[in-house]
């Protein structure tokens, strides 16, 4: 296990360096010039040249790609290029939010997507299984957006229950808190409990075929026996792999959900970067973000062997 581990490790440092590389790259080589957008459209090629030269984007590429891994690994992000504050400090200020939005997400992503494809499993073939069904279909293919504006449409602007936009920091109170993240979790949870429920209904009906389920069956064991403690913690593994990669995934989609309900987080940030050409900030929310995807990706990997000791030996 400590081998398996360790190897893991290894390659988590391997990957990261590819991202680093890549992302470094990627923002260099693609169309626009920060300095250019700072000078302005009348700006003289000699006063776009001495910004160049003032934010060091004039030095050769591997000279900037050493420099910015060497004030990365001392925990300097750099400072952003348009609000003239390091990158890390502006990055912890747009966390609450993309954090509150996630955890909220997963969690009713979870629980409800779970259920949902435990049910359709028990009744494959029935009424309830296709309907089911056909509601993960349905939220595996609207995009977010829509989701979003229909929603607010709904129930914020025609009913009147819930704000339309906006975000409360926990620090005013739970209630405002979660009344603002009511409709935003709901838009962003419907296509991952889409997701979660189909691979847990496929993989709950590979477990149910078994024999030794047929015998639990047969020995009198009740239905929820037999689908929480023989089949679910048999088909755990998929399960786990697929929540794990759509907590890390959901950045995507809260960069849509930030921005139609006008929530001041890590996507708003990272919009407003991109526009702006602000090659720190790109470069920071990435690796931290990427960071984050490699680690639980380690960390499912690592859980399998609580659903199935096997992989232990």
């Known amino acids: ?15 990261m360096a590819m991202v680093g590389i890549f992302v470094f ?5 693609a169309p626009g010039d920060p300095a250019a957008m700072i000078a302005g459209k009348q700006a003289t090629a000699e006063v776009i040249a001495g910004i160049r030269e003032q934010l060091g984007l004039s030095d050769p590429m591997p000279v900037q790609f050493i420099r910015w891994v060497r004030d990365m690994l001392g925990g300097d992000f750099g400072t952003s290029i348009f609000a003239g504050r390091p990158v890390l400090e502006l990055i912890s200020q747009r966390l609450e939010p993309t954090i509150s939005l996630s955890i909220l997400t997963m969690i009713l992503s979870v629980a409800i997507g779970v259920c949902f494809g435990i049910l359709a499993a028990w009744r494959a073939g029935g009424l309830v299984d296709r309907i089911l069904t056909a509601f993960a279909t349905f939220g595996f293919s609207i995009p977010v957006f829509v989701v979003g504006f229909f929603l607010i449409y709904i129930f914020a602007i025609t009913a009147h229950w819930l704000p339309v936009q906006g975000y409360q920091s926990i620090d005013h ?4 808190w979660l009344v603002h993240l009511i ?14 429920a189909r691979i847990t209904r496929a993989s709950m009906l590979e ?20 689908l929480f403690h023989h089949a679910l913690k048999n088909a755990g593994a998929p399960i786990l792999t697929v929540i794990g990669l ?3 995934g959901l950045i995507g989609g809260v960069v849509i959900t930030e921005t139609v309900f006008n929530i001041p987080g890590i996507g708003r940030l990272v ?37 199935d000791p096997r992989i232990r030996y």
């Open 1 to 15: 296990m400590a081998s398996y581990i360790l190897r893991r490790m290894f390659s988590t440092v391997a990957v």
């Open 25 to 29: 790259l990627l923002l260099r080589l």
């Open 183 to 196: 409709l935003p979790t709901i838009t962003l949870s419907i296509p991952y409990i889409a997701f979660i």
């Open 173 to 176: 109170g739970f209630g405002p």
């Open 207 to 226: 477990v149910l075929s078994e024999d030794y389920i047929r015998t639990a069956a047969a020995k009198g064991a009740s239905a929820y026996s037999m």
């Open 246 to 248: 759509s907590f890390a």
């Open 271 to 307: 919009v407003d970067a991109i526009n702006n050409r602000d090659y720190p900030i790109i470069q920071g929310v990435l690796i931290l973000v990427s960071g984050l995807y490699v680690l639980i990706n380690l960390g499912v990997d690592l859980s399998y062997t609580l659903v």
